[in-house]
């Protein structure tokens, strides 16, 4: 079905310039199969992925600006991207993830949030030759003309507004574009899958809003359609998602997300939830991690969870016990010891994500969101960094994808969907609605 739809596609364009190239008198004939120069002239997986605005929307490197004075000039040294990684990798932009471990920033949410997205700033500003910040779609493209590194921003987790508007409207004006709604920590105003089992979402031992979302939440969502901050529902339980794909004004992502149905993890997205992004004209962008995309890796790191839980555990109360903040690198080297015990998925486990989704949701719906420097380096077999993403566009085309296809995977979609957002925006801030007044949550239950 994807061959012939190709096919018909390369025809259409073969058409069409030569229409635009004959003579105007000469008539063209549909042929049944394309000329052989053009054939030949098929472009190779290297030269579409060299040609392609490659976007990646999420990217845990600024826990390792901060925590570890991490500089993109640096090799990575275990991680997965740096300046060199992304050159080799052709990788056009990066929504650099802005997450704020809960536990350990109670009570500092907008501080570590600040400190975050100043990180990032750093680095466009010790790099200016390199790397550029964007804040919309133009931007992207721009900074792709002059061969640099668009930065952007997404904040994952809505604890870090603090349940204030005024919060998440001061974080739009620094420059974030997108909001996962949830982490893995439920808020009082929505629900994460790291909480609520999508198989007892009711279970009245677990704390869950009723609806997925509160009066506050629908607010939040609201003001995000308005600022041009896209609702990113990566994260959140089953619930959620559905109430914010009703309410909201404009299409959503899922910055980084793979799906349930070849592996069955709470954070992967159902096959409903895969076509309601697609009828809302939203992206899935597919993540990377060896715990979503394989069931295989994940039944193997869940046999071992508890075994790391208690890791975990010893490692915080020695760190509490000693005065000292526990950080988020050291956290990870002690998860990826037991992590790297796991055999790595095939890549092409990853691939099956992708190609699953762009079967579900359709080709015009699917992108991705790798989650590099976020899940201690557990990664397919093949996918050591950014640089290894031509990979993926080779992989797909050995299936039959297009050039076209995956011109749109590797940043199309987001870059359309991006704009549908920007433009919902400009619509909404035209509109006489009265401002929302600030509430808080406790006051709209
Ligand atoms: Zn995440």
Known sequence: MKAILAALLFLTTTQLLAAQTAPPKTTVPLKTSPPKSHSA????????????IVIDTHADTPQRFVDENYDLAMPLNGGQLDFDAAKQGNLGAEFFSIWVEPDLWK??????????????????????????MAFSADDIVAAHR??????????????????????????YKLGVRYMTLTWSNSLDWADSSGVVDPKNPNDPNVPHTKEGLTEFGKDVVYE????????????????????????????????????????????????????????NGGVVQVNFYSGFISQAYRDASKAQKPEVDKAIADLKEK??????????????????????????????????????????AGVDHTGLGSDFDGVSGQLPEGIDSAADL??????LMARGYSAADCDKILGGNLLRVFREVEKVSKQLQAEDRPRIVEKQPFEKK
């Open 390 to 395: 031509p990979k993926i566009t080779a992989a």
């Open 146 to 171: 002059e061969h640099k590194l668009a930065a952007l921003m997404g904040i994952e987790g809505g604890h870090s507004i603090e349940n204030s508007l005024g919060l998440l409207r001061d974080y």
């Open 107 to 132: 009570g500092q949410y907008a501080k570590r949030t600040l400190e975050l997205i100043d990180s990032v700033y750093q680095q466009a500003a010790k790099h200016p030759d390199k790397m550029k």
């Open 319 to 360: 760190y509490k016990s000693e005065g000292k903040q526990l950080t988020y690198g050291e956290l990870e080297t002690l998860q990826r010891s037991y992590a790297d015990k796991i055999p790595r998925p095939p890549l092409s486990a990853l691939i099956d994500q992708i190609d699953h989704i762009a079967k579900v």
């Open 41 to 52: 002239a098929k472009p190779s997986p290297a030269t579409v992925h060299a040609q392609a």
């Open 224 to 279: 995000m359609n308005r600022l041009g901050m896209m609702v990113d529902i990566s994260h959140v339980a089953d619930k959620t998602f559905f109430r914010t794909l009703v309410i909201t004004r404009a299409p959503v992502i899922a910055s980084h997300s793979a799906a349930r149905a070849l592996c069955d993890a709470p954070r992967n997205m159902t096959d409903d939830m895969l076509r309601a992004v697609a009828i």
